[in-house]
């Protein structure tokens, strides 16, 4: 049951509880759970707030269901309470989350004296301060607002389905739960689009299978029955039969090359859709996503999972509709020529089936640990390869070589396992195949020599067995090619079906023009749980304003950067642009609106001038050219080889720091935004350009509001305002001269490092 408040969705158990102690649950206007007692016993621990009441409830769930296979069909939960408090709200203000070094809580002020509400491990950092804001708000008299819950859509960490812990925060997907049914009938729906040339490959398989059961029937009982045989209805016809046979052969090539043209088109687009899907929802996802995840998987998902899942379409499918035909096929065929004999040759296909669904299993943990360590090879190797600079400077070849093998080694060993299982199961299937086709030598050659068969009958079911174990010996194959498939496309459709954590809302606000306010009001964010980057920021803008960011390394002004375009959504209070939450508005008008330049620049593959133009495709040359000369690019540019037609390779190579730099500054001032922010934006470029360049900078900044977190303290001394963040808290703010006076962190911070320039003989 959903309340307006709660922070998650009361399960019925939680409510029938409720309602034993006369409370409904309509009339809880804010809970939250916490997954231990205040006795620091691990179990479901709620809180809720009424209008009259504070609720502290902790208990135990008991869940049983009926089992079908190894899944619970039904699943029953009861509740067995281990405790139950409440106290009147009206002794009750300031709910707050403290965090100690074992474990966290949340405290209130009780009628003057602190008081301890609950205590919850990291997991629930987040949920816990929504739950205090909300509560804060309910205790002050105040409504909560559709607004409010949605500054605070906290999911939960744990599957609703069976309960356990999701194996990866940011995707939201539990493995345990997985249903291969589905993921083999969704893969089936990509190819949905093209669903006249999937008939028309079905009618070519038809054709296919229907003429390979009829070449033994021709080949055999009516070549030696009824052609050479004196007795036989077409004795003699020799040349007629050939004829026949030739050409349905022909027909059977035609239809293959079709067939095989198709398939090779179908299945080729149907993955390229899907490659791009994957790689669609990688650009859509947020930072924090790619924040835990190594390139190497990544890399695989879009290329080496896509390929297993083109051989589930090229040969998967179509193959698994051949040999099904077949078997069912040359079954019926064999049983109407001899049903008791036949019946003997099929006697081992109920245990190879049983066989396949006892390994299945095995093979899919195969197949993913291999994937996983695939992932860690190529992590490794990219690593290595993206440093080779530093590799080469403290000569650690060797170091780099015995990290790679040993990476390489972990996969060797998980695809041997794989090989060594392959090779203990797929002949024990074999020989239970040849058992069958014996029986037919042992009864059929018995039946001959007493002439109660013929010669052509047993020829003909001895080529039948070839064709009903041929495909048996194919799906005893397909066990490992499934899974494999299988768990690729499963990997994919988790970054596919993966929610990014910054959201656009249904309906955005659209906004073509800025103004170019900024407010940030009482900002919280942290990475992690419980560790606060941000607390409590709080700060107007005004359009054209131009802001320096100052604070010790890891004080939060990247950060805080970074909110402001959204790259992270903060955990609590807003930051709003001329008025308006960024939340509510369209993510591609708050991006078209803020450039930005990153203390590292990243250059891509291609032109000088494709990369200066990155952020405005649509930009003349002259715009390109005008841009350059006024980021101080101009000139180097120009002695390159083909000048702004020359190509760079990945992230710039080819180009110093410097060069880099002035090239991304170019980028940010051909887009002409209204909001830029500048973080470290000079820390690659040699003094003397550095004067050149704050000079162009000076002038971009004109009539734009302007972040600025810049490595030298005196370039900001023109700034309109400096922000001093010292441990994720506003401690200083004022023009130079103002918080200069204060002699507080920035006074220590500007002259540690005016000291240090001297060192280097450089005068500030």
Not at 36 to 60: A, C, H, K, P
Not at 436 to 462: M, N
Not at 530 to 540: G, I, P, Q, T, Y
Not at 684 to 692: N, Y
Request: aromatic content about 10%.
């Amino acid at each position: 049951m959903d309340t307006k408040g709660s922070i998650e969705v009361l399960p019925s158990h939680v409510v029938d509880a409720l309602r034993a102690h006369d409370i409904d649950a309509s009339d809880i206007k804010v809970s939250v759970k916490s997954d231990m007692t205040l006795d620091n016993v691990y179990m479901d621990s709620w809180v809720f707030i009424t209008g009259e009441r504070l609720v502290l409830m902790d208990g135990l769930v008991h869940k049983s269901g009926k089992k079908k296979g190894k899944k619970a069909a039904e699943i029953n939960e009861n509740w067995e309470e281990k405790s139950y408090t409440e106290y009147p709200i009206t002794e009750f203000k300031d709910f707050k989350v403290e965090i100690l070094p074992a474990t966290n809580i949340i405290t209130a002020n009780r009628n003057g004296d602190d008081f301890v509400v609950c205590k919850f491990t990291n997991t629930l950092g987040k949920k816990m301060r929504a739950f205090t804001e909300l509560a804060n708000k309910v205790v002050e008299g105040k409504e909560i607002t559709e607004e409010d819950l949605a500054g605070h859509d906290i999911e939960s960490s744990y599957c609703p389905k069976c309960g356990k812990l999701y194996r990866n925060q940011e995707e939201k997907i539990c493995i345990h739960c997985i249903d291969r049914k589905k993921v083999f009938f969704r893969l089936l729906n990509y190819g949905s689009q093209y669903k006249w040339y999937m008939v028309a490959i079905v009618i070519f398989i038809l054709i296919s299978s229907g003429l390979a059961l009829l070449y033994p029937y021709l080949g055999n009982k009516i070549f030696y029955d009824e052609i050479l045989s004196e007795s036989g209805k077409y004795y003699g016809k020799v040349v007629m039969l050939v004829g026949l046979i030739l050409c349905l052969r022909l027909v059977s090539l035609l239809v293959t090359v079709l067939y095989g043209r198709i398939n090779a088109f179908l299945s080729n687009h149907i993955v390229f859709n899907l490659r791009n899907d994957v790689f669609k929802s990688m650009q859509d996802l947020s930072i924090s996503f790619f924040m835990h995840k190594q390139t190497g998987s990544l890399m695989t998902r879009v290329d080496r999972d896509s390929e297993h899942v083109q051989w589930f379409f090229l040969d998967g499918v179509p193959y698994l509709i051949v040999n099904f035909i077949n078997i069912v096929g040359v079954s019926l065929l064999m049983i109407s020529i001899r049903p008791v004999l036949s019946l003997l040759v099929l006697i081992p296909a109920p245990f190879i089936f049983i066989f396949f669904r006892r390994w299945l299993p095995k093979f899919y943990k195969l197949f993913g640990r291999s994937h996983k360590r695939r992932s860690a090879m190529n992590a490794r190797m990219n690593d290595s390869f993206m440093g080779l600079k530093v590799v080469k400077a403290f000569g650690k070849e060797d170091k780099e070589n015995e990290d790679f093998s040993r990476s390489s080694n972990r996969f060797s060993v998980a695809n041997m396992h794989i090989g060594i299982t392959s090779s203990t199961v797929f002949p024990v299937v074999s020989f239970l195949m040849w058992m069958g086709s014996l029986a037919i030598y042992i009864f059929g050659g018995l039946l001959i020599i007493e002439g109660k068969l013929l010669f052509g009958d047993i020829a003909t079911l001895v080529g039948y067995v070839g064709m009903i174990y041929g495909p048996m010996q194919w799906f005893a194959r397909l066990v490992s090619f499934w899974s494999r498939a299988m768990n690729s496309a499963n990997r994919i459709f988790e970054v596919i079906d993966a929610e990014p954590e910054v959201k656009e809302k249904k309906d955005p606000v659209r906004k073509m023009e800025f103004n170019g306010d900024v407010k940030i009001d009482n900002v919280s964010f942290s990475y992690e749980p419980n560790r606060m980057v941000l607390k409590n920021v709080s700060v107007d803008v005004k359009a054209g304003e131009n802001i320096g960011v100052v604070g010790h390394s890891g004080a939060g002004k990247s950060t805080l950067v970074n909110l402001i375009t959204r790259l992270y959504d903060v955990d609590s209070g807003g930051i709003y642009i001329d008025g308006i939450n960024i939340k509510d508005l369209s993510i591609e008008d708050l991006k078209s609106q803020i450039g930005i330049v990153l203390q590292d620049t990243y250059l891509f593959m291609g032109t000088i001038a494709e990369n200066i133009a990155y952020g405005k495709p649509d930009a003349t040359m002259t715009e390109i050219i005008k841009a350059a000369k006024a980021a101080y690019a101009h000139e180097f540019i120009m002695n390159t080889p083909d000048g702004y037609d020359t190509r760079i390779g990945t992230g710039g190579h080819g180009l110093s720091g410097g060069e880099r730099q002035r090239v991304s500054l170019a980028r940010a001032m051909l887009k002409n935004p209204r909001i830029l922010i500048l973080d470290e934006a000079t820390s690659a470029i040699d003094t003397q350009t550095e004067s050149q360049i704050q000079k162009a900078l000076e002038k971009l900044a004109e009539g734009r509001t302007t972040f600025n977190i810049a490595h030298r303290l005196s370039t900001l001394r023109n700034a309109d305002r400096l922000i001093v963040l010292d441990n994720g808290e506003i401690v200083e703010m004022g023009t130079h001269e103002e918080v200069y006076a204060q002699e507080g962190v920035y006074h220590k911070l500007y002259h540690i490092q005016k000291e240090a320039l001297k060192l280097r003989g450089i005068n500030d």
